[in-house]
């Protein structure tokens, strides 16, 4: 179970034993006035300076999402692309729903990008799977598909194990796939955290392929979230998760503590790296 992605210097392997990859999620526009409004612009200095900051702060992997209301991404997402890959050597995560700005980004993205994301929905099986093999890519697979998320584990896993099916029907390898667990709000919904942890145990033990989730969405909600992020990212290491979808900033150095404790980080090296390059 080895997902390999490049950018254009740095080569980023996932799996278990080894330490847990970051993929920084602030270039993102959710929720974000002035980098929609940037990007609306055309402008693309802002998420170049977030993916620098981004790399100092811990990340393994840059996500780039772009999707903004009434923009066209099947010319801003290659467009970013090209810009963070100038001032960013690790590997990136295309982050879009759109199938032909994916593959438009695919085309000019440097190295073994990861797609983010197909789900299991056939319209995007379809769309997604048979690009991700083309472009010779890794993708991400939601545990979800257009009737929303399923609230157990065992159907979460139903989902994962068809993403998976499907993936290697087409030639992609199972190392190539790697399963988003999907966590929501704990404030909303008191079992997510549990539904969240119990799915990655499962995928994990079942299928036998890479796991992650986008931690920080557990907080939604409610106050001193970065706190709340590095308990989960804790709990989800233990489970089973072998990368993480988060802002670097409020997490790496939880992310980097658990590695240590759980033995996969020898000599504290990088728990230590990364005390030294972000103490003030
Ligand atoms: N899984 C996968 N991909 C994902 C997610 C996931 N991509 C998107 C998302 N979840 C992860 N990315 C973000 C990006 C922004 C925020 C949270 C997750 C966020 N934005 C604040 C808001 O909406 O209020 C603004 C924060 C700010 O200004 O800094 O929290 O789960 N595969």
């Given at each position: 179970?080895?997902?390999?992605?490049?950018?254009?210097?740095?080569?980023?392997?996932?799996?278990?034993?080894?330490?847990?990859?970051?993929?920084?999620?602030?270039?993102?526009?959710t929720g974000k006035k002035r980098l929609a409004a940037a990007l609306a612009a055309g402008d693309l200095d802002l998420?170049?300076?977030?993916?620098?900051?981004?790399?100092?702060?811990?990340?393994?992997?840059?996500?780039?999402?772009?999707?903004i209301a009434g923009g066209d991404e099947v010319t801003l997402l290659p467009r970013a692309v090209q810009a963070v890959?100038?001032?960013?050597?690790?590997?990136?995560?295309?982050?879009?729903?759109?199938?032909?700005?994916?593959?438009?980004?695919?085309?000019?993205?440097?190295?073994?990008?990861?797609?983010?994301?197909?789900?299991?929905?056939?319209?995007?099986?379809?769309?997604?799977?048979?690009?991700?093999?083309?472009?010779?890519?890794?993708?991400?697979?939601?545990?979800?598909?257009?009737?929303?998320?399923?609230?157990?584990?065992?159907?979460?896993?139903?989902?994962?194990?068809?993403?998976?099916?499907?993936?290697?029907?087409?030639?992609?390898?199972?190392?190539?796939?790697?399963?988003?667990?999907?966590?929501?709000?704990?404030?909303?919904?008191?079992?997510?955290?549990?539904?969240?942890?119990?799915?990655?145990?499962?995928?994990?033990?079942?299928?036998?392929?890479?796991?992650?989730?986008?931690?920080?969405?557990?907080?939604?909600?409610?106050?001193?979230?970065?706190?709340?992020?590095?308990?989960?990212?804790?709990?989800?290491?233990?489970?089973?998760?072998?990368?993480?979808?988060?802002?670097?900033?409020?997490l790496c150095a939880a992310v980097r503590a658990a590695d240590l404790l759980l033995g996969r980080d020898e000599f504290?090296?990088?728990?230590?790296?990364?005390?030294?390059?972000?103490?003030?």
């Amino acid at each position: 179970m080895r997902t390999t992605l490049s950018g254009t210097g740095k080569t980023v392997t996932i799996g278990p034993g080894l330490p847990t990859v970051i993929i920084g999620e602030r270039i993102n526009p959710t929720g974000k006035k002035r980098l929609a409004a940037a990007l609306a612009a055309g402008d693309l200095d802002l998420i170049c300076e977030m993916a620098k900051a981004q790399v100092a702060a811990g990340a393994d992997v840059l996500d780039i999402n772009v999707g903004i209301a009434g923009g066209d991404e099947v010319t801003l997402l290659p467009r970013a692309v090209q810009a963070v890959a100038e001032v960013a050597d690790v590997p990136l995560c295309l982050d879009t729903a759109n199938p032909r700005a994916l593959e438009a980004a695919l085309r000019v993205v440097p190295g073994r990008p990861l797609v983010n994301s197909v789900n299991g929905e056939e319209k995007s099986l379809s769309a997604v799977l048979p690009l991700v093999k083309e472009f010779g890519a890794a993708v991400i697979g939601l545990t979800m598909d257009e009737r929303g998320i399923p609230k157990d584990a065992a159907t979460r896993l139903e989902f994962a194990a068809r993403i998976v099916e499907r993936a290697e029907a087409l030639g992609i390898s199972r190392n190539d796939v790697m399963i988003d667990c999907l966590v929501l709000p704990v404030g909303a919904e008191p079992q997510s955290g549990c539904v969240a942890l119990e799915t990655v145990r499962l995928v994990r033990e079942r299928l036998g392929v890479n796991v992650n989730l986008g931690v920080s969405n557990v907080s939604f909600g409610l106050p001193d979230r970065p706190v709340i992020n590095q308990a989960f990212v804790t709990a989800a290491i233990v489970a089973g998760m072998t990368c993480v979808i988060a802002d670097p900033a409020g997490l790496c150095a939880a992310v980097r503590a658990a590695d240590l404790l759980l033995g996969r980080d020898e000599f504290a090296e990088r728990y230590i790296a990364h005390y030294r390059a972000t103490r003030k």
